[in-house]
């Protein structure tokens, strides 16, 4: 069946640097929906993306579609503490109403 | 508007007892959707349902049955629990491309 891999599973990373997790599909998406869970709480949608070659921009977080529709990237730049929390991808093919969700990059900031 | 709701919030169940989590919702969605999470295998769809009166399996089905007989109300229920099901279940509902979370049942099985 489809499958959604997340990498990586777990990054650190000072407060102010950088941040990027990656999904990949092994079939062609119809699209993808990016998600996040503060610790202790539930995913909250941040966005989701349609076209191939997709670029979305909110604040410093940036989301990109890759051309293929097979694989998807969050870039966060210049992190805060306020990110902290586990990102996860949603992806679904065309004629489904469900989504499979990736295994999360659970990201840590240090002050 | 209180979005989606679950209950109860912790649950303790020893081995072979039964039980159903309830997920509500007020926002007049027909998507509706449970999904266990386990430490470092995300999220993983147990049941989905596309309208009052339907359901379908998702990727982890076994062991649970799902109930829609009121769009706004999706019951999940253990018939037999064992250890296994021990996690944290979510409920979400469904309006275009996004899904609203419930907060979560807490639920360890001894």
């Known amino acids: 069946g489809q499958q959604v891999m997340q990498i990586p599973q777990y990054q650190h990373v000072q407060e102010g640097e950088d941040f990027t997790t990656y999904c990949n599909s092994s079939t062609t998406l119809s699209n993808i929906q990016w998600y996040k869970q503060r610790p202790g709480g539930h995913p909250v949608f941040l966005i989701q993306?349609?076209?191939?070659?997709e670029v979305k921009k909110q604040k410093r977080l940036t989301f990109q579609f890759g051309e293929a529709k097979k694989n998807s990237s969050l870039h966060i730049t210049a992190t805060q503490t306020t990110d902290v929390g586990t990102y996860f991808c949603?992806?679904?093919?065309?004629?489904?109403?469900?989504?499979?969700f990736g295994t999360g990059t659970r990201l840590k900031v240090l002050a | 508007n209180a979005g989606v709701t679950q209950t109860p919030k912790f649950r303790v169940l020893k081995t072979g007892q039964s039980m159903t989590l309830l997920c509500a919702q007020d926002?007049?969605?027909?998507?509706m959707y449970w999904y266990r999470q386990d430490p470092g295998m995300g999220l993983r769809l147990i049941h989905y349902s596309v309208g009052e009166g339907t359901t379908a399996k998702g990727e982890v089905p076994d062991g649970y049955n799902v109930s829609r007989l009121k769009k706004q109300n999706f019951l999940l229920g253990l018939e037999s629990a064992a250890p296994s099901q021990t996690s944290v279940y979510f409920c979400?509902?469904?309006?275009?491309?996004?899904?609203?979370f419930g907060p979560g049942t807490r639920l360890t099985v001894t």
């Open positions: 949603g992806a679904s093919t065309s004629g489904t109403y469900k989504y499979i």
């Open positions: 993306l349609v076209k191939s070659g």
């Open positions: 926002m007049n969605h027909e998507y």
């Open positions: 979400a509902s469904r309006d275009g491309p996004r899904e609203y």
